[in-house]
């Protein structure tokens, strides 16, 4: 009896991982009960972007097969939305081996919009200049499929070494396109990093110009509401989010404090902040979905983000319900 238990839940178990590891062909709709909202596979580094009325989610693939713990993560996920709640997950939009002068890993980064394109600036490995990396993914459709843009690396490791002699700093890409057109890239592990973009998207232009942020680990994300920057990072580790204003988006940034407390099971906590049909939503990975679930096996969860009357954000309260139809 106890023999057979354990043959059956293995046999699940593989049966998952199998499904779980598997790049997606067709578009497949799903509704969130709450949080986590994706179950079928697990997903981290939640990027997010506004379209024409939708909301199109971005994601990281943890397919590490229990109970290893490393990131195994080869491809991203797309998925839709009119309300938050009803899904639909697109066709694999970008794997690594689309980055052909990559050697793996499909870590955080952000799509945004510029005259009707799209533009993914992804953390990957480099092939042959050690450490991490920045590459930027083009598509004509927020859903993809996206194709490398440059056959290059937008950004390398030996770009920052003067600032911080680590390998991995190079990650998490963020990006705006500030009120007077100019496109800026912010990103960094240990150190903050922020640059310029020209018009094409795909190359930068002058210095790297470091951004001073306390206790700051990764996963910058920048929002803008009303004249307010916001920059939201990752902060010590295991990690909280927490975030600082600015007038001006390169800086200086004024800390305000934790926006987000560990989340569940994850030493990681990586966030997107948007303004979807008149409310603020906090999206983040933690590593709750079920008993596998960890720091390696990640899932996106979403919750409401409120602010102060003073602009500052009230801090986020982390929910198992998860928020409601937008309407
Ligand atoms: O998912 C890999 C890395 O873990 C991301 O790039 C970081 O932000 C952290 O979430």
Known sequence: ???????????????????????????????????????????????????????????????????????????????????????????????????????????????????????????????????????????????GPFTDARGSALITNDMTTKYTKISWDDIDPTVMIDKDGQAYMIWGNTQCYCIKLKENMIETEGEIMPINLPRYTEAPWIHKRGDWYYLSYATEFPEKICYAMSKKITGPYEYKGILNELAGNSNTNHQAIIEFKGKWYFIYHNGGMDVNGGSFRRSVCIDYLNYNPDGTMKRVQMTTEGVKPAK
């Open 1 to 143: 009896m106890r023999k057979s238990f354990f043959l059956m839940a293995a046999l699940v178990l593989s049966a998952f991982q199998l499904i779980n590891a598997q790049t997606v062909t067709k578009d497949t709709t799903f509704h969130a009960n709450g949080n986590p909202i994706i179950r079928h596979k697990y997903t981290a580094d939640p990027a997010a972007m506004v379209y024409k009325g939708k909301v199109y989610l971005y994601a990281g693939h943890d397919v590490c097969p229990s109970p290893q713990n490393r990131y195994v993560m080869n491809d991203w996920a797309v998925f839709s939305s009119d309300d938050m709640v009803n899904w639909t997950e697109h066709p694999t939009p970008l794997k690594t081996s689309d980055f052909k002068w990559a050697s793996g890993d499909a870590w955080a980064g952000q799509v945004i919009e510029r005259n009707g394109k799209f533009y993914w600036y992804v953390a990957i490995s480099h092939g042959t200049i050690h450490g991490k990396a920045i590459g930027v993914a083009v598509s004509d459709s927020p859903t």
